[in-house]
């Protein structure tokens, strides 16, 4: 990892020797790579991040504002559902199942009184089983509806973990939802499902594909903008 200081700030990047001709400078996850051909020298490099320093911190800061900290699962934690900032309530109750409610804004957990030690643990599993059971009514009432504003169905979709797309469809017409879009307003969640729906005809990001989807639904670029924030 190398090291390059700017106006008292510092930019670490690793550099990639290339068989290319030009040289390269990349920000992705707010991580700086630096391709150059072979024989490129250590001042040269330098050089080309001083050239492009301010456009480098503005990147590497802009993607770290939207890297996610992991939840801690903690009393009056914030969590986003159907796009409403909602508050994680957790409780000790005499009861001898544990409990998740929602309503009012809060997401209440309630657990027996003898789980003080794994409150997070159990927390955690009744976040993510609230999570996954509202995605699954959430995505077939969005899916029902545009399927029937399109005309079209998947012969069979599902709602799963996706790490990196809030939607998928293969080529056998399955389509598979991510179930954190219930964290964005319904609008979001039947923008996922049309975007899929429509992939069921126009399997690229053509511009008959985008033309579809503006088709069923003129504010879709709201909906992706909610999406991406």
């Not at 008292?8 to 290339?18: F, G, L, M, P, Q």
């Not at 993510?128 to 009514?137: D, H, R």
Request: hydrophobic fraction near 35%; glycine fraction near 2%.
């Amino acid at each position: 990892m190398e090291k390059f200081e700017v106006n008292h700030e510092i930019i670490e990047y690793t550099i990639e020797r290339k068989r290319i001709k030009n040289c390269y400078i990349s920000v992705k996850d707010g991580k700086v790579s630096v391709r150059v051909p072979t024989k490129t020298s250590k001042e040269k490099i330098e050089e080309i991040v001083a050239e492009k320093a301010e456009w480098i911190l503005k990147n590497v800061k802009k993607q770290s504002q939207k890297v996610q900290l992991p939840k801690k699962y903690e009393n009056g934690e914030v969590f986003k559902v159907l796009g409403k900032e909602t508050v994680l309530n957790i409780s000790h109750e005499k009861i001898t199942k544990p409990k998740i409610k929602f309503r009012f804004h809060k997401l209440m957990v309630q657990l027996p009184q003898e789980w003080q030690d794994n409150a997070k643990e159990e927390t955690k599993k009744m976040v993510e089983y609230f999570y996954q059971n509202l995605a699954e009514k959430e995505v077939e009432k969005a899916m029902r509806k545009m399927s029937m504003k399109v005309g079209i169905a998947p012969s069979q979709y599902q709602v799963k973990n996706l790490k990196s797309t809030w939607g998928n469809c293969s080529v056998t017409g399955k389509i598979s939802i991510n179930k954190e879009v219930v964290s964005h307003s319904r609008r979001a969640i039947n923008y996922v499902c049309l975007h899929e729906i429509c992939h069921l005809e126009n399997m690229n990001h053509s511009k008959d594909f985008w033309n579809m989807v503006e088709t069923y639904m003129p504010d879709y670029k709201e909906a992706e903008m909610e999406l991406k924030n």
